[in-house]
């Protein structure tokens, strides 16, 4: 079985650029998330997605960040300007339907914001 | 106060030895709980899941403790191999939201 798919695995802007990533979850799995990794952190949720419907969004920065998930099944975050405390990794999860609470993580997005 | 809290470590422990982590938290509506493994420069992966009735699985042992809300991790025999940071999740009945601990480094020395 495939696993979550991320790109690019690896980014480098300078402040007030924009910066888009994307995430292909586990074909079947309706549920998809993504969170924000500061090094020496745990991950801190940014948004979750139910199909093509936000479920939850309360910690992602709107001023600055947006995602969209159009068909229920790809996903893409934006930041739009980075500022320096961008810098971290961005992680793509996605929910096993039948195992509740078991999230699969993509490798990861690490973005660093100059 | 943070939902979850972890010692940071990092725990520098030889070869073969027990190691064990600790890990709380405040929400007592908390009702799912789990042990994530991290590899450095790896996404996180489910380690165990743990239970009431505390749960083992190979050298891993995983306790809950609702009463103190505190959760545990030990790990027995030690291997190189489970250098790491072991992050403490939690998540509330009906929501699939999880949230992460700090985690815990360990490195396993030779």
């Known amino acids: 079985e495939a696993g979550v798919a991320q790109s690019p695995r690896y980014k480098i802007i300078e402040k007030r650029q924009s910066v888009a990533f994307w995430c292909n979850p586990i074909?079947?799995?309706?549920?998809l998330y993504w969170y924000q990794q500061i090094l020496g952190q745990g991950p801190k949720l940014l948004i979750q997605?139910?199909?093509?419907?936000?479920?939850?969004d309360s910690q992602l920065p709107k001023d600055r960040f947006s995602a969209e998930r159009l068909k229920g099944v790809d996903s893409t975050l934006k930041i739009q300007p980075a500022k320096l405390e961008d810098s971290a990794v961005y992680l793509c999860?996605?929910?096993?339907?039948?195992?509740?609470?078991?999230?699969?993580f993509g490798p990861g997005t690490r973005l660093l914001v100059l | 106060r943070k939902e979850v809290e972890q010692d940071p470590g990092p725990f520098n422990v030889p070869e073969g030895a027990t190691v064990a982590f600790n890990c709380t938290y405040s929400?007592?509506?908390?009702?799912?709980f789990f042990w994530y493994r991290q590899d450095c420069r790896k996404e996180p992966k489910l380690l165990m899941s743990?239970?009431?009735s505390g749960n083992e699985d190979g050298r891993f042992t995983a306790q809950l403790n609702r009463a103190s809300q505190y959760i545990s991790l030990l790990i027995r025999d030690s291997k190189l191999s489970d250098s790491a940071t072991y992050l403490c999740?939690?998540?509330?009945?009906?929501?699939?939201?999880?949230?992460f601990g700090t985690g815990t480094r360990l490195t396993i020395i030779p």
């Open positions: 743990v239970y009431s």
């Open positions: 929400n007592s509506a908390s009702q799912s």
């Open positions: 997605f139910q199909n093509n419907g936000v479920v939850d």
């Open positions: 999860a996605s929910l096993h339907p039948a195992r509740g609470d078991t999230q699969y």
């Open positions: 074909s079947g799995h309706a549920t």
């Open positions: 999740v939690v998540s509330h009945f009906g929501n699939e939201k999880l949230t």
